[in-house]
T-cell receptor
Framework: AQSVTQPDIHITVSEGASLELRCNYSYGATPYLFWYVQSPGQGLQLLLKYFSGDTLVQGIKGFEAEFKRSQSSFNLRKPSVHWSDAAEYFC????????????FGTGTRLQVTL | DVKVTQSSRYLVKRTGEKVFLECVQDMDHENMFWYRQDPGLGLRLIYFSYDVKMKEKGDIPEGYSVSREKKERFSLILESASTNQTSMYLCASWTPGLEKLFFGSGTQLSVL
């Protein structure tokens, strides 16, 4: 079975600083990879996804993620964080043929200091 | 955008009660899912359904069942609620073409 690891439970960055959230997956073939964000009191929103092709994917709100097969990673990045980015971020993996059935990581809570 | 509606935002029930959590989507999607979200554990899949009257167990189905009588509605049932089922419950619907899950706003269930 596939699994997803988000090693950082909580990250604090200053507004304007760069951000990288880590995500590693365990699966034999190339999975479908997703990043979701959950802002306080709000539902989960898709930031970006990777199915195939260019390994650097762009998402909403200025986020991007890079798929690295050799490292089994799909890290989320943003060059300059805004206070409104404070939220919980979830990495998720789906399998070919059952892409809709996602396995989620445990999440990383991002705090932004002014 | 797809609208996924969960009938209750907050729910308080007593141990042993039978609890129904309702979820409705407005886009005729086939694939629907129930997750529970707990601090430090992320989202865990309880049950899912790929069509009417079809259901499949997820990773943590114990103590739960589901019902899908109509395509737009997917219900999660706690047969006999227990305190360890206190959690945030999230319903989701998969949008083919867009290839993404749309989530409802969640139901925070407290079992006392």
């Amino acid at each position: 079975a596939q699994s997803v690891t988000q090693p950082d439970i909580h990250i604090t960055v200053s507004e304007g600083a760069s951000l990288e959230l880590r995500c590693n997956y365990s699966y034999g073939a190339t999975p479908y990879l997703f990043w979701y964000v959950q802002s306080p009191g709000q539902g989960l929103q898709l930031l970006l996804k990777y199915f195939s092709g260019d390994t650097l994917v762009q998402g909403i709100k200025g986020f991007e993620a890079e798929f690295k097969r050799s490292q089994s990673s799909f890290n989320l990045r943003k060059p300059s964080v805004h206070w409104s980015d404070a939220a919980e971020y979830f990495c998720a993996v789906g399998l070919a043929g059952t892409a809709s059935k996602l396995t989620f990581g445990t999440g990383t809570r991002l705090q932004v200091t002014l | 955008d797809v609208k996924v509606t969960q009938s209750s935002r907050y729910l308080v029930k007593r141990t042993g009660e039978k609890v129904f959590l309702e979820c409705v989507q407005d886009m005729d999607h086939e694939n629907m899912f129930w997750y529970r979200q707990d601090p430090g554990l992320g989202l865990r899949l309880i049950y899912f359904s790929y069509d009417v009257k079809m259901k499949e167990k997820g990773d943590i189905p114990e103590g739960y069942s589901v019902s899908r009588e109509k395509k737009e509605r997917f219900s999660l049932i706690l047969e006999s609620a227990s305190t360890n089922q206190t959690s945030m419950y999230l319903c989701a619907s998969w949008t083919p073409g867009l290839e993404k899950l749309f989530f409802g706003s969640g139901t925070q269930l407290s079992v006392l």
